[in-house]
């Protein structure tokens, strides 16, 4: 025992952390429950997480972002599919800036379309919007206007992936 009553690591201490803390000077970004396609659609029902949380050091989110954002502007989620292969491996965590829910210019987007949620590439064309998938596999279309809900604006894509 140390002076203060605690145990030694070496006698099956447990140093506890209260899961919502966040140490200073990091910033915690939570992933959104369900994923978002990228291929077909996601129905997000009961999908269980592999990453449910991230805790970013300021420093470094400056750096990728250039600034650091307000809490709950920049959400996280899971991509599932192959559509966007080879810029987005189905597992990626996509970082998705919540304040963008309007088209910012041919980029990529997490979106909504007649009820599934997609990660995918909007392209402004003479005749509409498309969107667009990176695997030429998944061709692109054009919906109605009134079918597609701009959810964010993706950012950053993170993976786990074999060396």
Request: charged share 30%; proline share 5%; glycine share 12%.
């Amino acid at each position: 025992e140390t002076g203060k009553g605690e145990k030694r690591i070496s006698e099956g201490a447990v140093a506890s952390v209260s899961e919502i803390e966040t140490r200073p000077g990091y910033v915690r970004f939570d992933v959104f429950e369900g994923g978002a396609g990228m291929g077909i659609g996601v129905v997000n029902d009961d999908y269980p997480e592999v990453v449910q949380t991230i805790e970013v050091a300021e420093w470094e989110v400056r750096r990728k972002l250039g600034y650091l954002p307000r809490p709950g502007r920049i959400q996280l989620i899971t991509g599932r599919g192959p559509s966007m292969r080879p810029k987005l491996e189905d597992g990626d965590i996509i970082w998705i800036d919540t304040s963008v829910d309007y088209f910012d210019g041919d980029d990529y987007y997490l979106i909504n379309v007649g009820g599934e949620t997609q990660i995918k590439m909007l392209q402004k064309r003479g005749d509409g919007l498309w969107v667009v998938s990176v695997n030429t596999d998944f061709p692109a279309y054009r919906p109605d206007a009134e079918e597609v809900t701009i959810l964010g604006k993706a950012l950053i894509h993170a993976g786990l992936r074999k060396f």
